[in-house]
């Protein structure tokens, strides 16, 4: 009973600044925004400077020839010539009977030497070895010629044993099983290459080289795999001033990731990061479920903020939330230049916010004691292209919310039942002559993002506009809406190169521009559209340290503080890798 004085007081206390402050500012900024932590954009894919694979020479050393077939004889009532109506072909899966008729009907339907006869059967070989089926190989069997039909025998080439060394760690079966997929009878060279320049790519393993020899019987071949792991574990600590100044900008973190736990190519991270007046714990655990780097993959955040930016740090507003994410990954197309996956998430979210330590709801939606609780299913898909010089990366994702386990449910929106699109996109372009270094090439990087809903949504599900990452030049999530698009562009010059650390020092001119709208006729804020011109520099250095500073400028007026750099225009990131 004592506290409801005071309560009361807060609540006077808040009222009047909403209705003493400007009506633009009283609609836009009622209560710091947002009032419960909003989970971080979808994630892109980062695209690397494109870094060419080794030489196909590097991975697969000279293979062995075609074996040796089994002796051919011809019975001795074989004249000096005769005629061939037509050739049976045996053994054959990689190439129909149709088509080796294709290629031996030259030797049909006339006169042939022994000779000749011997040119048909290695026509058959050839088109084998053309196609990459370099241990594979045709030859002429004992047999009766009866009605000029001539029978020829196809040896398919197997791997009878792959051998794996060096793993260190991991799990030999990890790369056999990798290696199994692309040298399945019949064996084709060029399908053993794409295998090995995919386990080239995967970060568990710095280098690898292979051997190709012959087996014990003709058609049969090794494999011998040589290994060197990469170091797979890592700490990582960041610096910015990319939250939302109610809770503090300045954000410090700390990650710790082992790619390899069990051996089993399985990955751990676990990562806290904080401001004045934020702290936040993630964890996720990803497995691998078979030998096509599919994934089963758990993380759990979990969130406690304190609203600490003047006037509401008087009213003690407290929020937090949980995540729990469940989400299976299965690449469907994967080579060492493009991929394609789709992938199935079941998520819950929970939060809850108070005044004065009291439950309260602060955003729409929320039940009497300010919690709101999520259950939703995403579908997402993934595609990669890389090349050369450039690399795209897009995504895509379905999200449908569920009223199943005590989820949050209204009468009206929003709630947690909700159906929402969200499409990215980012273009990464090497620019100058292709025969300048990647570092010293400038390089374009396109980014685009979008939100579609079909009705309001909770706060957790929201798009934010503004801020780092976003349209720079404005405070985090100056616009929090249920719908949202953003288009960036930059281009980074490099200006001078430190060869001794592999360090590079880049300008980077950028333009952000983003359109925020509501559904379900809640009023759309006033501006809606955001846009700004900005400059930037960064210093990187091989893969240790990443430092950079951002200045934007907007060019459309909202309003906003200035007490933080960040609602200057004034961004900065620092990130360092410790191995």
Same mark, same amino acid.
């Given at each position: ?149 001539? *029978? ?66 003709? &058609? ?180 449908? &919310? ?6 949050? #449910? ?106 925020? $709208? ?10 809606? #559209? ?8 960064? $210093? ?5 340290? *990443? ?33």
């Amino acid at each position: 009973m004592k506290q409801t004085p005071r309560l009361f007081f807060h609540f006077a206390f808040l009222i009047s600044i909403c209705a003493s402050a400007d009506p633009l500012a009283a609609q836009t900024v009622p209560l710091p925004s947002p009032i419960v932590p909003r989970p971080q954009p979808l994630p892109t894919p980062q695209p690397p400077t494109p870094a060419p694979l080794p030489p196909p020479s590097e991975l697969l050393q000279p293979t062995p020839p075609t074996p040796s077939s089994p002796q051919e004889e011809l019975p001795s009532n074989v004249p000096g010539t005769f005629t061939v109506e037509r050739f049976e072909f045996e053994g054959n899966t990689a190439f129909s009977d149709e088509q080796l008729a294709e290629v031996t009907k030259q030797f049909t339907g006339r006169a042939l030497t022994f000779a000749e006869l011997l040119q048909a059967r290695s026509a058959v070989t050839d088109l084998y070895v053309r196609n990459g089926y370099i241990t594979s190989g045709a030859f002429i069997p004992p047999q009766t010629l009866t009605g000029g039909v001539i *029978r020829i025998q196809v040896v398919e080439g197997r791997v009878e044993e792959i051998q794996v060394t060096g793993t260190g760690r991991l799990n030999r079966n990890y790369v056999r099983s990798r290696i199994a997929l692309g040298s399945k009878t019949p064996l084709n060279v060029n399908r053993l290459l794409e295998a090995l320049q995919l386990l080239q790519l995967n970060p568990l393993i710095a280098n690898l080289s292979a051997e190709l020899s012959a087996g014990s019987r003709p &058609g049969l071949s090794v494999i011998a795999v040589r290994v060197t792991p990469a170091d797979t574990f890592d700490a990582q600590i960041t610096l910015d001033n990319g939250r939302s100044p109610s809770v503090g900008s300045f954000r410090r973190g700390i990650q710790l990731t082992e790619a390899n736990l069990l051996g089993q190519g399985d990955s751990i991270s676990v990562s806290y990061t904080n401001t004045d007046g934020s702290n936040e714990v993630d964890l996720s655990y990803t497995f691998p479920v078979n030998a096509r780097n599919g994934t089963l993959r758990f993380s759990y955040g979990f969130t406690k903020s304190h609203i600490i930016e003047p006037p509401f740090d008087a009213v003690d507003i407290e929020a937090s939330s949980v995540d729990y994410d469940l989400t299976f990954r299965q690449p469907i197309i994967q080579s060492p230049t493009q991929e394609l996956a789709l992938g199935l998430s079941a998520v819950r979210r929970e939060s809850e916010t108070s005044l004065l330590n009291t439950p309260f709801p602060l955003s729409p939606g929320a039940s009497d004691d300010g919690r709101t609780r999520i259950s939703a299913l995403r579908f997402f898909q993934e595609w990669t292209q890389r090349g050369s010089r450039q690399v795209f990366a897009a995504r895509s994702q379905f999200s449908v &919310g569920l009223g199943l386990f005590d989820a949050t #449910t209204n009468n009206d929106p929003p709630d947690s039942r909700f159906l929402a699109w969200r499409g990215q996109a980012q273009y990464l372009q090497l620019l100058g002559s292709e025969t300048r270094e990647p570092n010293s090439s400038p390089l374009l990087l396109l980014r685009a993002d979008v939100q579609l809903a079909d009705r309001s949504l909770l706060a957790l599900e929201q798009f934010g506009l503004g801020g780092f990452e976003s349209v720079r030049g404005y405070r985090q999530d100056a616009l929090l809406t249920d719908n949202g698009a953003l288009a960036s562009a930059e281009v980074r010059f490099p200006i001078y190169r430190l060869r001794s650390v592999e360090g590079v020092l880049q300008v980077i001119p950028f333009v952000d521009l983003g359109r925020a $709208w509501n559904s379900s006729g809640k009023q759309n804020p006033d501006p809606s #559209t955001l846009a700004s011109v900005g400059l930037g520099v960064q $210093w990187q250095q091989s893969d240790r340290l *990443r430092a950079r500073v951002d200045y934007g400028i907007p060019l459309i007026n909202v309003e906003s503080g200035d007490r933080t750099l960040q609602e200057r225009g004034l961004y900065f990131f620092l990130q360092y890798n410790f191995f």
